[in-house]
């Protein structure tokens, strides 16, 4: 459905831009994630502070009171939020998964010979 102020190449415009902000998006939590290593070894994970333990608690509570009360409803048959209770679990596992990444496992660089088995 096309709103009927607004032609079909605006609504393609919007929609590439999302596109284009969420690439950009992933692209900067990405960068976040994996740093700028490209020495060669294993390389020890940033120190994490109390802010981050602290944080780290409270997604995992808001998973666990998101799962509590998405199994609550999901018996007593109303669906009415079911979608927005599993779309704040994936959003806070992924958010708690990162940040364990992040903070608590060090990174390691290996590097291989490239054989592309290329003749020249």
Known sequence: MIVEHLDAYEVALVIWSF???LL?????????????????GT???PKS???VVVLMAA????I???AWTFTQQLLL?????LGWLAALIALAMSALIGLYRRYFIPDEVIAQARDDEVPW
């Open 59 to 62: 997604l995992t509570a808001v």
């Open 64 to 66: 666990m009171w998101s």
């Open 43 to 45: 390389h020890p994970e």
């Open 77 to 81: 048959g109303s669906s009415e939020t």
């Open 19 to 21: 596109l284009f902000g």
């Open 24 to 40: 950009g998006l992933q692209g900067l939590i990405s960068t976040f994630l994996e740093g700028e290593v490209d020495a060669v």
């Open 49 to 51: 502070s109390l802010v």
